[in-house]
Nanobody, 116 residues
Framework: QVQLVESGGGLVQAGGSLRLSCEASRIIFAIYGMGWYRQAPGKQRELVAS?????????NYADSVKGRFTIARDNARNMVFLQMNNLNPEDTGVYYC????????WGQGTQVTVSS
């Protein structure tokens, strides 16, 4: 059974930081790379960051978050994290974790709101 549980969102002022956490089912965490996605109000869901399973956990980031966000995974705990620094209002949205590329099931996500 696929399970994705995101947490750590909240309301923060511009320039602040948040750390998102995601616990994933072992069945997918042990096989796939993982990603963080976000959906801003009125926009399509987009990939924010990804990390491979093998090959030294290679990471990739959307241009809009490079230098501010860091993705990491803890294979022993089936968890993936997103450290978000220097947040700005354009980062507001619901953040989801999923495999990369994404599989069809999505969790509930966690809301991130950045006030100016």
């Amino acid at each position: 059974q696929v399970q994705l549980v995101e947490s750590g969102g909240g309301l923060v002022q511009a320039g602040g930081s948040l750390r998102l956490s995601c616990e994933a089912s072992r069945i997918i965490f042990a096989i796939y790379g993982m990603g963080w996605y976000r959906q801003a109000p009125g926009k399509q869901r987009e990939l924010v960051a990804s990390i491979t399973l093998l090959g030294g956990s290679v990471t990739n980031y959307a241009d809009s978050v490079k230098g501010r966000f860091t993705i990491a995974r803890d294979n022993a705990r089936n968890m993936v994290f997103l450290q978000m620094n220097n947040l700005n209002p354009e980062d507001t949205g619901v953040y989801y974790c999923n495999t990369y590329p994404p599989q069809p099931y999505w969790g509930q996500g966690t809301q991130v709101t950045v006030s100016s």
